[in-house]
């Protein structure tokens, strides 16, 4: 096993060999490491495993990344909490809904012979 530290942006996500890895907005501004052990990738935060994910990479090709010394360490107690800010939707964007919409209708006329 090998593990790398990372930075985590305000998105929630963290670089690794190229790749974005979606590491949760819990996360987010705050230094983790990880740890890649085969085809699995374990985060790790504040000595708690806090995710573990599927690899985007496999393991020998990061260079930055140094044998990993101590035992995975336990998950994290319980559930995790997130409280999140979403912005207001704009309901119409200026126009009615199409079921609130007034449409024309078109009839044929029967072609004269």
């Known amino acids: 096993m090998i593990e790398v ?3 985590v942006d305000g998105d929630g996500t963290a670089d ?3 790749h ?9 501004r705050r230094r983790v490491t990880l740890r890649l052990d085969g ?6 935060s504040g000595g708690v495993l806090a995710k573990t994910l599927p690899s985007p ?9 140094r044998i990993a010394a101590a035992p995975l360490p336990p998950p ?10 979403v ?10 809904p199409a079921a609130a919409r007034r449409c024309r209708l078109l009839r044929q006329q029967p ?3």
């Open 5 to 7: 530290d990372r930075a």
């Open 39 to 44: 085809h699995l990738v374990h985060v790790i």
């Open 20 to 28: 974005r890895l979606k590491v949760g907005p819990e996360l987010a």
């Open 16 to 18: 690794l060999g190229g």
């Open 87 to 96: 912005p207001p939707r704009r309901r119409h964007h200026g126009h009615p």
């Open 76 to 85: 994290a107690p319980g559930p995790v909490s997130v409280q999140r800010k």
């Open 57 to 65: 990479i496999p393991a020998g090709t990061l260079r930055s990344a």
């Open 111 to 113: 072609f004269a012979s």
